[in-house]
């Protein structure tokens, strides 16, 4: 048997547990159905807005809108002026309907430009609208997201204004009463105009230059033409360096658009006018001396300074680097030229053979003196030989002389010396002597003149210090018992009246 059955068994019987099995199905289904009304009546009556969204209320009910308005404000019938934002919001289905719409994002970098599609008409003269006008708005989006009522207004999203470094944005007024170049200059950065109401032109700043290059391929050549005094065409290569400060930039471009159609007509005409005027006034000739040239160069340089100055271009300097003069002009010149040079040159010529002659001549002389300078330096040379032989043979013969001299003086004082030598030994050997025999008379007197007396003095005086004598008795018989009555004393002085007796000081 299942478990179920088990459970069954296990309930107490009843007629009412089939109908208490069919109510709780039926509680269910209600409360299923219940929920299910729920959340269709909350669906119904509220809306929910996601980030990014806004909610557009449309009103069924109410007074007309008044005037050229669009957007209804409470309490008018149509699209309601006001959105809701992110969120759940309470629409009564009976009074409102809704819609949702995405935010309206500028992007960074960018500009919403808005139009508003109904409002008051504008006043006559003005183009563009302020808040409640109909037309382009004045005011526009920054980068950012916002919930704007497509309903009433349209966005053109445009990239905002850049002015790179460098350059300066000239501002044309397009719409308004001050159309036109504006006087203020934007800076280099970032502007978040309305391109709708303002044009920025972007204009370099700094040096410019303009060259006038003389070429003789007609095409290519620029250089400024002119006639000088005498009716000769004269061509001028040279390089114009101008600038145009910002401040003076918007009038500049009001009179002549760019930098481009500025250069031609202030700077390339004024030079090309400048030239003319002062050309006039000097001579070929003149354009070939350096002074005349200079000035020609300073006043064409003064006078275009001058001139575009009161045009609010500043000229930095115009440097004239070649002036190209008719051949038809050089050509006599340059023949009278190629002449005189030619005449240099044999006058050269003949000045440089006239010097070969000269110093060959002079190499010849140079050769002559050598020789009589190699004999000359030989008859010196053989000269001095001859005195340093001579010098060394009498040289020799005084040394000969001086040796032989010396000798005899040292051989007389080697005689002189040993003659003293001999002298000092034996005055020596006599002083030795008397010393000697003075020595033994002083003893001998010491022991009056007693020779026994003073042998006996010289033997103890020579034996060692040292030694001693001993006289032993031995016994009968003996040499030395036999001694007695020999007068034999051993050499050892005497003692009493037989002693020697010193010598009276």
Known sequence: MSNDHSILSVLPASPDWGRWKRLAILAAVGGLVVLGGLLT????????????????????????????????????????????????????????????????????????????????????????????????????????????????????????????????GVQRRLLGRQKGIQPE????????????????????????????????????????????????????????????????????????GDHHKLEENVIKLQAQAISRAKGIDYGVQEFLEGARREKFQADF?????????????????AFIRDIVIPEEYLKPIRAKQIALETELTNQAAEATADSLTKVERERELVVQRVAEVKAETARIVAAI???????????????????????????ALEAQRSQVLGEAAAEVTKLKDTAKNSLYQMK????????????????????????????????PGTFWTNMDGKNLSLMMPASGANAPKPAPK
């Open 41 to 168: 009546l909350w669906h119904t009556f509220f809306s929910y807005v996601h980030p990014g969204q806004h909610l557009v209320v449309v009103s069924k009910f109410g007074k007309p809108i008044q005037g050229n308005r669009l957007l209804a404000e409470p309490g008018e019938i149509g699209v309601q002026r006001a959105v809701q934002g992110e969120g759940w919001h309470l629409i009564w289905p009976i009074l409102y309907d809704s819609e949702v719409h995405q935010n309206t994002v500028i992007p960074a970098g960018q500009v919403g430009i808005v139009t508003a599609k109904g409002g008051e008409p504008l006043p006559p003269g003005e183009d563009l609208a302020e808040a409640g006008q109909q037309g382009i708005q004045r005011q526009v989006l920054l980068p950012g997201e916002y919930r704007l009522n497509r309903y009433g207004y349209d966005v053109e999203i445009v990239p905002a204004v850049e002015i790179r470094p460098g350059f300066v």
């Open 185 to 256: 200059v934007l800076q280099p950065g970032r502007y978040y105009l309305n391109t709708r109401e303002i044009d920025a032109i972007e204009v370099e700043v700094g040096i410019y230059q303009t060259p006038f290059k003389y070429d003789t391929r007609a095409s290519h050549n620029s250089a400024i033409k002119f006639t000088s005094k005498g009716g000769f065409e004269i061509s001028m290569d040279c390089t114009v360096e101008w600038e145009v400060l910002p401040q003076d930039m918007p009038g500049l471009v009001k009179e002549y």
């Open 444 to 475: 001998m007197e010491v022991f009056q003149n007693d020779p026994n007396a003073f042998l006996r003095y010289t033997l103890a005086d020579s034996l060692n210090p040292k030694m001693s004598v001993r006289l032993m008795h031995s016994g």
């Open 385 to 411: 030989d001859r005195d340093v032989e001579n010098i060394g043979t009498r040289t020799h013969a005084e040394i000969d002389k001086l040796k032989a001299d010396y000798g005899a003086q040292i051989a």
């Open 301 to 317: 340089t003064r006078e275009l300074v001058l001139k575009c100055s009161e045009k609010n271009v500043a000229v930095r300097s």
